[in-house]
């Protein structure tokens, strides 16, 4: 889990079996790519009101940004198997488009 804004990132959780180093050389670019989300030209691309988060879903993890407005936001990973449903909806979905 880790928490950023616009001019810092802290890691406030980290499982002990990743190695903090090669995740921590990677923050930036994956930041690079969560941080518009948290402006609000993000919001109004979608008329649903406000943006919760974002899931997306990875061979070997679930990203979750909670963006709070302002390049502020709180990013959880967590392991496939702690979203279940969620990879059983999608893979079915994606068995559906295959086809």
Known sequence: M???DDDENDVLYLRED???ERLLSEIDRMLARLKPESLAAEERSFPFGELYVTVRRF???I???FPMGKQRGIVVSLEPDAARNLNRFTSECIQQIDN
């Open 63 to 65: 990203i979750m940004h």
């Open 2 to 4: 880790l928490q950023y």
């Open 18 to 20: 990743l190695r903090e």
């Open 59 to 61: 061979e070997s993890a």
